[in-house]
T-cell receptor, first 114, second 114 residues
Framework: SQTIHQWPATLVQPVGSPLSLECTVE??????LYWYRQAAGRGLQLLFY??????ISSEVPQNLSASRPQDRQFILSSKKLLLSDSGFYLC?????????????FGPGTRLTVT | QKEVEQNSGPLSVPEGAIASLNCTYS??????FFWYRQYSGKSPELIMF????GDKEDGRFTAQLNKASQYVSLLIRDSQPSDSATYLC??????????????FGSGTQLTVLP
């Protein structure tokens, strides 16, 4: 069966510091991968998605970036965090081309920027 | 712009009753429809998906889709206090291509009263 991991689970970072969040998927190959952010009491905002290694599409211009160095690894980064970057960051996967459409979420990383 | 609308609630039902959650979408090209449950502080969990008009039943859950009217609903029979959560409706449209991006509603908060 498939499993999705995210770490760290929680993070408190000062404004202006860098960020690196990691997501890995097990039990599947060639998945589509997604990064979402959920601000407190708000809906899910799609930040980035990837349909393959090195292929990243951005949905919202911001100070965040994403990379996919391996088939089942997705990384979210920032060089300098803003207060507005606080939120619940969720990684998700779905089947790639020819695969199933359903998206499955990881446990999330709760980021507080102080 | 693709939109998915849900009543934010809160929706309160007594234990054992039927909870009815509704969702409308604006993009007629939408092809796949999903219901997620999100407990407070946790990541969304996929509970139902439906691709064709009509009803789809899974245990106490029934998803209903009407593409002509552009709405999808979720019925929870014999509601339990453990069903208390925020329910997110999500939609994939044909235009998202291989990326299969989900557009989420803002969620309906359900409380089941003992």
């Amino acid at each position: 069966s498939q499993t999705i991991h995210q770490w760290p689970a929680t993070l408190v970072q000062p404004v202006g510091s860098p960020l690196s969040l990691e997501c890995t998927v097990e039990g599947t190959s060639n998945p589509n991968l997604y990064w979402y952010r959920q601000a407190a009491g708000r809906g899910l905002q799609l930040l980035f998605y990837s349909v393959g290694i090195g292929q990243i599409s951005s949905e919202v211009p911001q100070n965040l970036s994403a990379s996919r160095p391996q088939d089942r690894q997705f990384i979210l980064s920032s060089k300098k965090l803003l207060l507005s970057d606080s939120g619940f960051y969720l990684c998700a996967w779905s089947g790639g081309a020819g695969g199933s459409y359903e998206q499955y979420f990881g446990p999330g990383t709760r980021l507080t920027v102080t | 712009q693709k939109e998915v609308e849900q009543n934010s609630g809160p929706l309160s039902v007594p234990e054992g009753a039927i909870a009815s959650l509704n969702c409308t979408y604006s993009d007629r090209g939408s092809q796949s429809f999903f219901w997620y449950r999100q407990y407070s502080g946790k990541s969304p969990e996929l509970i139902m998906f439906i691709y064709s008009n009509g009803d789809k039943e899974d245990g106490r859950f029934t998803a209903q889709l009407n593409k002509a009217s552009q709405y999808v609903s979720l019925l929870i029979r014999d509601s339990q206090p453990s069903d208390s959560a925020t329910y997110l409706c999500a939609v994939i449209s044909f235009s998202s291509g291989s990326a299969r991006q989900l557009t989420f509603g803002s969620g309906t908060q359900l409380t089941v009263l003992p």
